[in-house]
Each structure stands twice: as C-alpha cells, then as structure tokens.
C-alpha cells in the first residue's frame, strides 16, 4: 500500500520500507529520495556526506531507509565479484554512524511518523515520559 502526503506518493519496497537516500560505489552515486525534499538541506547535506564517505570507505552500496514503523534502518551490500568490498570495515562502519547520528535518525524516524504515518505528534512526544 502507498502512503500519501499532500499528493506525494511514498512507493514503498516489497517489505514496505521506503528509501530515504544511498551512494553507490560502483556507479560514483548519490540519491535522495525526492519525495522528502521538504526535509531541511543541512539535513539532506549531512545525510550525502555520510552515505558518501561510507561508500568511498567501505565500498558497495549504502542504503538508509524508513521501516514500516518508521525507524531507520542502515544497509550495506556489494556485488558478488566485488573484491574490493570490506564486509568488516563496513559492518564496522554501520555501527559508527548509527552510535554518532543517533540523534539525527530518531529526528528523522519522528518525522515520517507524522508526516507520512500520520501519527499524532503530541502522543509521539509523550512516549518518553
């Protein structure tokens, strides 16, 4: 099922999680979802320089996406004959930037909550107390 915001459609993948940005090593990419292009650009620029830097570190190919609940998830993966891909700089790599961005993607997990799940925000913010 797609979810819609102010006439934006949020295709969602096979498990319906939506991409939100990605580098790719081997085609020399970046891509930001447009459909979040509401989202502030010091954020949009933080999240080129970590995929981008994650790419040119490890490899492969560098996917942050939004899970059905709203989380973020960090996927990495390279293709098979890649030779150069470090599955361990990588792994290593994914832990990095969830421990330092962690406040950025709960920010962003609460976003798409209400803005594309439509949550209520006031419920949202009471869920810590």
């Known amino acids: 099922m797609d979810k819609t915001n102010k006439g934006r459609v949020f295709e969602e993948n096979a498990d319906g999680r ?7 090593a081997y085609e020399l990419k970046y ?14 620029k933080e ?11 490890a490899g492969g190919i560098f996917t ?8 973020i998830s960090i996927e ?3 293709d098979e ?6 599955e361990i ?6 832990g990095e930037v969830r421990r330092k961005r962690q406040d950025l993607f ?12 439509h949550e209520d925000p006031a419920e949202l913010l009471g869920e810590d107390d």
């Open 18 to 24: 939506v991409v939100l940005c990605g580098a790719n």
């Open 47 to 57: 999240l080129n320089i970590i995929s981008v830097l994650f790419t040119q570190e």
């Open 106 to 117: 709960e920010a962003l997990g609460l976003y798409y909550r209400i803005y594309v799940l």
């Open 64 to 71: 942050i996406l939004f899970e059905k609940d709203g989380t």
């Open 31 to 44: 891509y930001f979802n447009p459909l979040f292009r509401q989202i502030p650009e010091s954020i949009k």
């Open 81 to 86: 004959e890649d030779i150069t891909y470090d």
């Open 76 to 78: 990495t993966n390279a």
């Open 89 to 94: 700089t990588a792994g290593l790599l994914v």
